[in-house]
């Protein structure tokens, strides 16, 4: 079970998402030091066009800043995501990701990933028929599956649904559903591009797993309708 699978949307909402895990083993059962198969996973991903890398301890390709005035996080800021900085500040063993928005892209990185062999769990998160396409292509059969049964009775007085699908891209809740109200409200209004208000959600996702296409995919649909 990851976090990931509580992203909020439809099976076919997921198809720029595929959300690639590199864990390593606890309690001793992982042989010698895993820092550097688990380095390799990410720079191996750099080479798969991906939207996002990022560590479970740092964050992802787009972070914060420590600059007290709120206009900093999403007005003045880069929008293009450091993955050399992902890469430099790796530190100690924990959980890597890579995200992409393509299938092309998402298949070609499982197979090679395979190939490498690194002695690694790998974990993918996506619609099912997407991973299984992954493990298709990679010519390998899925280990296990791990299901969300997603939000049961949606009430009247719950965010709506683009809401929900941008907050739920931070498994670890650090996105908050006001923020993603506040974003899609002023790209409508003009005041902030789809890029620069993709790139304010990305800046709160604690591991690097939000993705910054479907996002402004979705934040696009929301301007034309929200429901």
């Not at 907050?167 to 996105?175: A, D, E, R, V, Y």
Request: aromatic letters at 8%.
């Amino acid at each position: 079970m990851t976090n990931t699978l509580h992203r909020y949307g439809t099976a076919e909402s997921f198809v720029d998402d595929y959300v690639i895990f590199a864990l390593p083993a606890k309690g001793g059962m992982q042989q010698g030091d895993p820092l550097p198969a688990l380095r390799r996973f990410l720079e191996i991903a750099l080479e798969y066009n991906p939207v996002n890398i990022g560590d479970a301890m740092h964050g992802g390709g787009t972070r914060p800043t420590e600059h007290s005035r709120a206009i900093e996080h999403f007005a003045r800021r880069p929008i293009k995501p450091d993955f050399q900085k992902v890469l430099d500040g790796i530190g100690e063993p924990t959980t890597f990701s890579a995200v992409f928005a393509t299938r092309e892209d998402a298949e070609a990185f499982v197979t090679r990933i395979v190939a490498e062999d690194l002695g690694l769990s790998i974990n993918i998160s996506s619609s099912i028929a997407n991973a299984l396409g992954c493990c298709k292509a990679a010519g390998i059969t899925r280990h296990s599956v791990g299901y969300s049964l997603g939000f049961e009775g949606i009430q009247d007085n719950a965010p709506n649904r683009h809401v929900l699908s941008l907050s739920t891209m931070c498994g670890h809740g650090m996105i908050s559903q006001s923020l993603a109200k506040k974003m899609i409200d002023m790209v409508k209004e003009n005041r902030l591009s789809p890029d620069k208000a993709t790139a304010a959600l990305s800046r709160f996702c604690s591991c690097g797993i939000f993705n910054p296409v479907r996002a402004k995919r979705i934040i696009e649909e929301a301007r034309k309708k929200t429901f």
